[in-house]
Structures are given as C-alpha cells and as structure tokens.
C-alpha cells in the first residue's frame, strides 16, 4: 500500500484507463496499491460535464427528443435539420422541454468513460479524465496553500467574538487573555486577520497601530479549505432537479490589462432576462468580490436579493474562493447559494460569457481598466441592457426584467433604459 497521501498524475492515468475498459473500483484500487473510497471520492470529485453529442445529432438532453415534432425553433436559415433531435439550438427554445440525465450517472462507476452507448448516446456526459483531473487537483493545492488554516465558517465564529471587542478598543492581548479558550489563537495571527479583511473590525480598530508607508502589495490571503465540496456543478444540476423553478445568476470576472493590482469588473448575470450588473474593482481578490455581494444585499434588503440571488454559478477563480461569506451574512442569515462550474467548462455559465462579448464592442480585449470609473461602467451597462436580443422575442433585458420582477429594484440597482436607436456599442460611448 503507498504511504503516501496524493495520488500521482500516473496513477490518475491508471485510473482513466482501467475505467475505459470498465474495470470495477475494487480492481483499480487494488492495481495502484488504493483504497476503493479513494477512487470513488477521485471519480466523483474530478470527473467533468461533457455537452457533446453522437454522430449524426448535436448535444440534446430533452426526454422528448426521439419523438418530437418540432422543428426549427431556432428560426435559423442555415438550420437543415428537420427536428430539434438534430439541432443543438432548437431543444433549448422548446417550451415542452424536459431534462433527461442518464439513470446509469447515479450508479458506480459515475461515469462514462467505459459505457458502450458513449458514443450514439446525445445526453450530457461525465468524463473521467487524467490530464484535467491533475490539473483541478494542483489548482486546489495551490489556492489552498496561500490559503488560511481555518474554514469560513471558524471565521465567522471568530469574528463575532472578536470584532465587538476590538470595536470597543480592547486590545488583542487582552481579548486572548479572556477567551483563550474559544479563540485558541497567538496574537499574531488575530492581527494578520484583522490586517487582511477576515473580520468586521478594521485595523483602524486595533489599538497602537504604528502609521507606516505601505508596503509593496502581497497576494491576499483567501479562505479555502475545500470550498467547492457540495458545490460542484453536479452539485448544482441535482439542485435544479430538486428546485426546477429557482432562478439562476451566473457570476464572473472581465480582465483588462493581467497583472497583480490591475482593476477588473466583476459581473452578475440574470440569466432569465439576461440582465447584466457590471462592478468595477480595485484589484481580483476575494475580498473585494464579497464586498460587492454585501453591497447589494444592504441595497436590495434580504427579501429581495434572496429572491433575485437564489442560486449563483460561477467559475473556479480564486476570487470566489469564500463561498460561504457570499452565501452568509453577518448575522449568520443564508442569502443564496454558490455553486462552481467544471475545470475548462465555461459553456456551462454560456449566458454570462456570452453577454461579455457585448462588453467586448465597446472595452477591447487587452484594454487597461484604468481609466473607467464606476459611472462609465454603468453607462456601458444601460447601453447592454437596452439592446433588444432575438432569444428574449426582440425585447431588452431591460423590458424582460421589468416584466419578471418590480421595476423599481431597477431603479434601486441604478440600472437606467436607452432607447433603441440611442443604443451604442463601440468604443467611441467611452470615450478616454
């Protein structure tokens, strides 16, 4: 038995080929000297949606497909095919729409890699892969290893002992002194919490804080410790299932220039009325992303952005990173739930990729940040969601959200309707 803790990228190997040839979990546990948990927690935890279809037909998942009649739905004249069984369009348009996943997935092995009807089966995949199962794996150890040793959870616990205390213009030493028994901390490290934005107090709050020049700027801290555990995007296909109606918001970060320190915009798409919010922030950190999120929960009030934020997909940037302080408010209330897509898989958050190419007409690839304010990047937005868009029927996200929620939480989020023949994308609506 190996007495080490990390299976290797060659045992990875191993266990993508042994799974083509459908070999049991025991069988290749036993050939790499595992335990069978091991590889079942492997599968399951790095194993990827895959949209592709068979031969002859595109991707489609509806439990219709083999006898519909409908054809064409795409309106699109370059679509021959007959049927949406045959259109990767169609099927998604349809309003007799109903997901099929394959009853096999819920079985071991979990996945596809040694099915039979792989090939002529147009359902979504899961593809066990030893390439993109390594790498999800060096991405987790490296986030996690510039991490913090506690979990979001320990933080918040944390902070509600610390922060009022703090507030009060208690020392550190003196809080330990009280409650080394809840806290079980060195002063140090309460002080490089504090220094990185963890708790509610600021290093403002902390007492005989010596002013100095800052320092050149280091990575920030991010709290990580297994974060995606639950939020898989298996995770967040099975909540649908369960939850069919709930309202989804894809989230995401648009880069100008790369570089550490350089502003980026996050943005929050409603994938429903394919309405977009856009936030410019300082720098791509955690910090700053839950920052936005607080914002707009004080903004909306809890009702409302519990119903709008239901449900948010995002990808595996380390900027979301701390799920449970955007699922969490400070007063332990759950406001939404964050799920993350697969490695390599940004088709499954289409929407929101699909509305940046919108961003793209006016704020070219490559573009420094720099010189846009807050106010241009809503300007841009208005210009966004004010442009009229086929799969809404010709109507704006703008029009559509009104018609689905309050126009006033529009008006609340600042959000401001073009009319159609002042809509302008290109670079000159920003002039700098």
Not at 32 to 50: F, M, P, W, Y
Not at 291 to 317: A, M, P, Q, W
Not at 406 to 426: A, C, F, M, S, W
């Amino acid at each position: 038995m190996a007495n080490y803790k990390h299976l290797s990228l060659n045992e990875r190997k191993t266990i993508e080929e042994l799974l083509n040839q459908s070999v049991s979990f025991t069988k290749i546990a036993k050939r790499i000297g595992r335990d069978k948990n091991t590889i079942s927690r492997e599968v399951l935890r790095n194993s990827c949606a895959k949209r592709t279809g068979a031969v002859g037909n595109a991707f489609n998942n509806c439990k219709n497909r083999m006898q519909c009649a409908q054809y064409r739905l795409c309106k699109n004249e370059d679509c021959r095919r007959q049927c949406c069984k045959g259109c990767k369009a169609c099927f998604r348009l349809c309003p007799e729409f109903e997901r099929e996943n394959c009853g096999k997935l819920s079985l071991t092995p979990y996945v596809c890699n040694g099915c039979g009807s792989r090939h002529k089966c147009t359902l979504e995949k899961f593809i066990y892969t030893a390439a993109e199962a390594h790498r999800t794996y060096e991405e987790t150890l490296t986030i996690s290893r510039n991490g913090i040793s506690q979990t979001p959870e320990e933080i918040i616990r944390l902070d509600k002992i610390i922060s009022p205390l703090l507030k009060q213009r208690q020392s550190i030493h003196v809080i330990l002194k009280n409650h080394k028994d809840e806290i079980m901390l060195d002063e140090k490290t309460i002080y490089t919490y504090v220094k990185a934005g963890f708790f509610s107090a600021k290093t403002t709050d902390l007492l005989n804080t010596v002013k100095m020049k800052p320092r050149k700027k280091k990575q920030e801290l991010k709290v990580e410790k297994g974060c995606r555990e639950g939020r898989s995007y298996r995770d967040f296909i099975a909540f649908m299932e369960e939850h069919p109606d709930t309202p989804i918001v894809q989230m995401d970060t648009v880069e100008g220039v790369k570089g550490v320190g350089e502003p980026v915009i996050l943005t929050i798409h409603f994938v429903e009325a394919e309405l977009m919010l856009a936030f410019k922030r300082k720098d791509n950190t955690a910090k700053s992303v839950v920052e936005v999120i607080n914002r707009l929960y004080e903004r909306l009030g809890e009702e409302t952005f519990c119903k709008l934020f239901s449900v948010i997909l995002t990808d595996r940037g380390s900027e979301f990173s701390n799920p449970t302080a955007i699922e969490v408010d400070s007063d332990g209330v759950v406001r939404t739930k964050v799920f993350y897509t697969d490695p390599g898989a940004p088709y499954q958050k289409g929407a929101c990729e699909n509305n940046h190419t919108l961003i793209r007409r006016v704020i070219r690839k490559g573009t420094s940040l720099s010189p846009y304010s807050q106010k241009d990047i809503d300007l841009l937005m208005n210009h966004i969601n004010s442009y009229s868009r086929k799969k809404l029927k010709d109507r704006s996200p703008f029009e559509t959200f009104s018609f689905f929620h309050n126009p006033l939480i529009l008006e609340i989020l600042g959000i401001h309707k073009i009319t159609p023949d002042d809509v302008i994308l290109k670079p000159s609506l920003l002039k700098k």
